[in-house]
């Protein structure tokens, strides 16, 4: 893939049938009919220009996402996977997860930003899929922090964080310009000593999962 040497990056992480990797050009046709099936599930929580839904997520726009994101990870500045499902021996599209704005030195912390197929929520891919990328995150990819905001009004992406244990720890008015209007966003974090103990996110996870059935 060509990538530049950087911590932790690129890679394949997987547990059970959730699977995290890097985007390819052949995604664009997946990605877009996952995006435009997913316009009144997606469209209230995401930023982006203005224009319409089905332009902005057609094959065509998915080479241009494609190209920012390979770009900001071979600068070591992201970490973008495609969220698939394993299900039959087939691998399919079903979500985004990005640990991005990275910062390293004496921060050594990243946002973590993320979207699924609403056609899979409840199934536990996007929890899974976190704990994946944030362990991996603390361990090869040399951070310390992982940072994510979230509108107060969207309960299924504040439910995810919360299940993991996210720490809340703020309260960001007028954070960024989503849907016509500068809205809120509540601030979540975790670092990895949060985790250390309990032999990672994932293990973690599943251990509330295993309660919980």
Not at 138 to 152: A, K, T
Request: charged share 25%; proline share 6%; with cysteine.
């Amino acid at each position: 893939m060509n990538f530049a040497v950087t911590p932790g990056w690129p890679v394949v992480l997987r547990d059970g049938a959730v699977l995290l990797r890097p985007y390819r050009r052949s995604d664009a046709s997946a990605w877009s009919e996952v995006r435009c099936a997913n316009q009144g599930w997606l469209a209230p929580w995401e930023s982006s220009p203005p224009g319409r839904w089905d332009e902005l997520n057609s094959p065509a726009a998915f080479r241009w996402v494609h190209r920012d994101q390979r770009k900001q990870a071979r600068r070591g500045e992201s970490m973008p996977f495609a969220v698939c499902l394993v299900e039959g021996g087939r691998e399919r599209l079903v979500g985004h997860l990005n640990l991005g704005n990275i910062v390293r030195r004496a921060f050594c912390s990243g946002y973590a930003g993320y979207w699924v197929d609403g056609r899979v929520a409840g199934r536990g891919v996007m929890p899974t899929a976190m704990a994946l990328a944030v362990d991996h995150a603390f361990g090869p990819g040399g951070l310390h922090r992982i940072e994510v905001n979230i509108r107060p009004e969207n309960g299924p992406s504040r439910r995810v964080v919360e299940k993991l244990g996210f720490r809340e720890e703020a309260y960001h008015p007028r954070y960024m310009h989503i849907d016509g209007a500068w809205r809120d966003h509540i601030g979540y974090a975790m670092t990895s000593e949060e985790i250390v103990r309990e032999g990672g996110l994932l293990a973690r996870w599943h251990r509330l999962r295993a309660a919980a059935s």
